[in-house]
């Protein structure tokens, strides 16, 4: 092709290499080229599998000169956060103390199955320190950076799968999102992020950070990519007990059926305060061009995030006892100190948590039986500089590293599915972002929403200028 690859989306790149105008190596190669090139301006990529990526690459190309039918994700590249198990690469988790592990045996499931759909994996990415992280700043292998600009974060802490789909070095990448991980790199990075119902994708050859909160899940930069790998995803994994038993519920199919009959209403109370009016309009933009008029509100939600946390810390902490018994000194210590703190609650504390998510998700329900999808914002701000360690909340300073999640995790909290949208203003270089949100197992409306909204043009999902 005499035009260039990299601004394609994945079904694009798809199509040109079904009717013989491209080929895979020449699609891998390029990506490569680009990691190699602009990698180090973004930080999204800790790894590269270069190797891997053109065998795979050839291996479709010979296929498709046999006449094989190709896979729904053909040739398109893909990275994962380093969380992921990858063979023959130790699985990070973003920690000093996980490089020393030995390689992975075997793929995670999901790594499996994007390849099965002929997906190619060009590499393991960049986030925070075990999942703990909300600005995609990481002490032992440098921050990930902002695509739009890049002396602000990505958010985090999928920080460098937001920056690798936002930067154009891949059109798909998988993140993990426990209290905002997927969404709130989504919103900074200007893409599209997809958080699916808790228990609907394996977490199989993942490492975990809170078993009850954890989600896996893909970006992109178009609604179409984000469907297609997610239904590339789905299906029942006996490795994963937690996982739901669930039969394949396709997405793809409905993406073009328009918003007729949904009933849509944006969220208010906790939702509707707090941070930058931008994060606001950003939501009312998206209510006016859906015609939504109503407002709805999930009571005691601030309760709910005060849960969320205590059990994240607490999770946390017990997952993490042994290490930072033996090598405290090798963590971040921001992550250190909350884990240490977490470690140090009182049991009785998270029995009452546990107790408000029952009560939180039965109230939620039954909003949610009353209306198809609601809308709010991901983040308060758009994204902060890198190093800026406070922004403005409500009239007072507050941290940034635990407060980019306010409106994320009361939703994760009780395992709702969300799709995050890129929202722009005239004028503004950085993105904001809004969650659509549905009742457990309807990832196909908030996908049908996200899809409505960017055919209009409301969502966009471009490449950083300085890396068209």
């Not at 973003?94 to 490089?99: A, D, E, F, L, V």
């Not at 919103?187 to 009850?212: E, Q």
């Not at 849960?307 to 405290?328: F, K, N, P, Q, S």
């Amino acid at each position: 092709m005499s035009a260039p690859l990299h601004p394609l989306h994945a079904h694009e790149l798809r199509a040109a290499l079904v009717r013989g105008a491209v080929s895979a190596r020449e699609i891998a190669e390029t990506a490569l080229a680009r990691i190699a090139a602009l990698n180090a301006s973004l930080g999204a990529f800790t790894d590269v599998t270069a190797a891997r990526a053109l065998a795979k690459a050839d291996e479709i190309d010979a296929r498709r000169a046999q006449g094989e039918a190709l896979g729904a994700l053909a040739g398109a590249p893909f990275a994962a956060k380093n969380l992921y198990d990858i063979a023959d690469l130790p699985t990070r988790a973003g920690s000093k103390i996980n490089r020393e592990r030995a390689p992975a045996r075997f793929d995670a499931t999901l790594i499996a199955r994007m390849e099965a759909a002929d997906a190619i994996l060009v590499g393991a990415l960049n986030m925070g320190e075990y999942a703990y992280d909300f600005t995609g700043e990481n002490v032992h292998d440098g921050p990930a950076r902002n695509p739009h600009d890049p002396a602000h974060m990505t958010g985090g802490s999928s920080g460098g799968s937001g920056a690798a789909v936002g930067g154009g070095l891949v059109p798909i990448a998988l993140g993990s999102d426990t209290n905002g991980s997927i969404r709130v790199p989504a919103a900074l990075c200007g893409v599209f992020g997809l958080k699916p119902t808790y228990g609907r994708l394996s977490r199989a050859g993942s490492f975990p950070f809170v078993a009850s909160l954890d989600h896996l899940g893909p970006f992109a930069r178009s609604v179409a990519d984000l469907a297609a790998s997610y239904d590339a995803m789905q299906g029942a994994d006996a490795d994963d007990p937690a996982q739901s038993p669930r039969p394949f519920e396709p997405t793809v199919p409905t993406l073009e059926a328009g918003l007729k009959s949904l009933r849509i209403a944006r969220l208010g109370g906790y939702f509707a305060h707090g941070g930058e009016p931008a994060a606001h309009e950003a939501v009312d933009r998206v209510a006016r061009a859906l015609n939504a008029e109503r407002t709805v509100e999930f009571a005691e939600s601030e309760r709910a995030r005060a849960a969320a946390y205590l059990i994240t810390m607490v999770e946390g902490a017990a997952l993490h006892a042994d290490r930072l018994r033996a090598r405290a000194d090798d963590f971040d210590p921001a992550v250190r100190d909350r884990l240490i703190a977490g470690a140090m609650l009182p049991g009785g504390w998270v029995v009452k948590a546990q107790k408000l998510r029952r009560w939180y998700r039965d109230r939620v329900a039954e909003i949610l039986r009353e209306v198809d999808v609601v809308l709010a914002p991901v983040t308060p701000t758009r994204a902060p500089l890198i190093g800026q360690t406070t922004f403005m909340l409500d009239g007072r300073d507050t941290l940034v590293r635990p407060h980019m999640g306010v409106f994320t995790q009361p939703i994760s909290f009780i395992g709702l599915p969300v799709a995050a949208i890129p929202m722009w203003s005239e004028g503004e270089r950085l993105p904001l972002g809004v969650q659509i949100i549905a009742a457990p197992w309807r990832e196909d409306l908030v996908l049908r929403v996200a899809r409505a909204l960017e055919r209009e043009g409301v969502a966009r999902a471009p490449i950083g200028a300085a890396f068209v």
